[in-house]
């Protein structure tokens, strides 16, 4: 699976962006979907996860409220929606794919990355 990311930028506190995760070859259609982040300076952390075939969703705590994670069967394309954009969002946005379970968090589960994209929200 090779997958795109894309929809990152510079917003100011407390917009919103949107970004995109795009399969140039094969369906997600067994794969679970995941938005990871890194900061500078920082390990990568997940941030939120959608199954492609049951459309249950998971996300770390700090995005809860904010931030929805989704998919589009029919671009087979997963989304990140994030409102309310804090200074401490700001970092590489990368998505991934894995068959394992919504619920894993490690990067470490992921077997297929997108190249990051670049988010930075400024106070």
């Known amino acids: 699976v090779q997958l795109q990311a894309f929809g990152g930028g510079l917003v100011q506190v407390g917009n919103s962006l949107r970004l995109i995760c795009a399969a140039s070859?094969?369906?997600?259609?067994?794969?679970?979907v995941g938005w990871f982040r890194q900061a500078p300076g920082k390990e990568r952390e997940f941030v939120a996860a959608?199954?492609?075939?049951?459309?249950?969703?998971h996300y770390t705590n700090s995005v809860k409220g904010r931030f929805i994670v989704s998919r589009d069967i029919s671009s087979n394309r997963a989304y990140l929606q994030m409102n309310n954009l804090r200074p401490e969002d700001t970092a590489i946005y990368y998505c991934?794919?894995?068959?394992?379970?919504?619920?894993?968090?490690?990067?470490?589960?992921?077997?297929?990355w997108g190249q990051g994209t670049q988010v930075t929200v400024s106070s």
């Open positions: 991934a794919a894995t068959t394992g379970s919504v619920y894993s968090t490690r990067p470490n589960d992921y077997t297929y």
């Open positions: 070859s094969r369906s997600f259609s067994s794969y679970v």
């Open positions: 959608v199954a492609w075939r049951d459309d249950i969703t």
